[in-house]
């Protein structure tokens, strides 16, 4: 008969091995249950989030920019469900960037603490940073070909006369003109419309070039009769003023006339020159009246102006003279003869009328050269040295060579 051997359980249960075999185990499958718990409980989210560009300088700006990024988040149903898309950001800092050069940079994403970032792409991006500029331009009409026989354009009106371009630096340079293009139709409607302003430009862009205003107001109708177009008056001087003036500015009232003639040959006038006005014998400043030379193209004629009003305007040519050893004197002092004057001497340069600067004569003139020795008791003393002419409203002393003086007993 076999013995079976009796199992003691209670042995078995209460062994340490088996209690701590029991608690890994129960450890074991908490774990699993409470990550499995929360892998079932959280979510992810793709979504497109605006690219920000923060620190780029005032005078930059980014040629063919990354405007967007995909951006993965994770967190629980509650927490994305309730998720305010626009606190999560997605930034490149651009402090320090110069203008003229590329940069690799990262991205950087904010997201508020509730979730968690899982990606972001792209994670970098190039930064092609130009400088920006602005300039203003006149705006330019260009009128259409299909005028019909006998009219012209008139009143012509357009406001702002200039708008401002910007962009970067070298699109900008590439700008020929700035203009619009009324159609017939426009025209004949005589009102004021607004009219989009287009670019006349040497290449094509690489980025973009922003006008502003975008559209200008503009006011012309079609009037009968020849065609007529404004342009400049350009004075015409002869003789030589006196050496002593020079002409400082020359201005007409109007600026501008009126020509009249066939298209062809108004796009060969220029200008219309006044009759030549004698300057020769004028020393002081003179409005007149002049009249006005016709075209020098044969049909273009100045239908409704004869003369107009010429202001000139005169100044006096200043030249220099310098007078050597002009002896420095010694003033504030009862006994000058003490003291001794290191230079003894110096060099004035006087200004006055060219017909009269070449016969200064420093005697005659009163001119002379002095130090201050008012409440000067130490020695040595270095003081500056200073001018007097007797003839001050001729001439006038505008250097002293040298400036300073060295005085000592």
């Known amino acids: 008969m076999t013995r079976r051997k009796r199992i003691d359980l209670n042995s078995i249960f209460s062994s340490p091995l088996t209690l701590w075999i029991i608690s890994v185990t129960l450890s074991v499958m908490m774990w699993i249950y409470v990550t499995g718990l929360e892998e079932a409980e959280s979510i992810t989210r793709k979504f497109s989030c605006p690219l920000e560009y923060r620190g780029l300088d005032s005078q930059a700006m980014l040629r063919g920019r990354l405007s967007e990024v995909d951006i993965e988040i994770r967190g629980t149903e509650a927490a994305i469900m309730s998720l305010n898309y626009d606190a999560v950001k997605a930034y490149v800092d651009a402090r320090n960037l110069l203008p003229g050069k590329r940069y690799t940079v990262s991205i950087n994403v904010e997201c508020p603490n509730t979730v968690m970032l899982m990606s972001v792409f792209p994670s970098q991006t190039t930064l092609d940073i130009v400088r920006q500029v602005t300039r203003l331009m006149t705006v330019e009409t260009v009128l259409p070909q299909d005028i ?4 012209y354009i008139d009143g012509v009106e357009i406001i702002p006369r200039e708008v401002g371009l910007k962009g970067a630096e070298d699109d900008i340079a ?4 700035v203009r619009i293009t009324p159609s017939i139709e426009e025209l004949q409607k005589g009102t004021e419309q607004l009219i989009p302003v287009k670019l006349s430009q040497s290449e094509p862009f690489e980025g973009s070039v922003n006008i502003e205003p975008p559209q200008v107001r503009f006011r012309g109708t079609l009037a009968r009769g020849l065609p007529r177009k404004r342009v400049p008056v350009t004075v015409r001087l002869a003789g030589k003023l006196d050496a002593d003036y020079e002409v400082k500015s020359i201005a007409t009232d109007p600026s501008d006339v009126q020509v009249e003639g066939k298209a062809e040959d108004l796009a060969r006038v220029e200008a219309v020159n006044t009759e030549v006005i004698d300057i020769s014998l004028m020393n002081a400043d003179r409005v007149i009246v002049v009249p006005l030379r016709q075209p020098d193209v044969d049909g273009v004629t100045l239908p409704n102006a004869s003369s107009v009003r010429v202001s ?23 006994s000058p003869e003490g003291w001794t004057v290191s230079p003894s001497s110096v060099t004035v340069t006087v200004e006055g009328r060219p017909s009269l600067i070449e016969s200064f004569d420093p005697v005659s003139a009163g001119l002379r050269a002095y130090a201050d020795m008012t409440n000067i008791f130490m020695s040595p ?3 500056p040295v200073r001018t007097e002419i007797q003839s001050s409203d001729i001439f006038r002393a505008v250097r002293v060579e040298p400036q300073n003086i060295t005085v000592s007993q």
Do not use: F, N, W, Y
Not at 148 to 151: A, I, L, N, R, T
Not at 312 to 334: C, D, F, N, W, Y
């Open 174 to 177: 590439k700008v020929g003109s």
């Open 312 to 334: 000139i305007q005169l100044s006096e040519v200043r030249a220099e003279k310098m007078i050597s050893h002009i002896p420095v004197e010694l003033r504030g002092t009862a």
């Open 148 to 151: 019909p026989e006998g009219q």
């Open 381 to 383: 003393v270095m003081l």
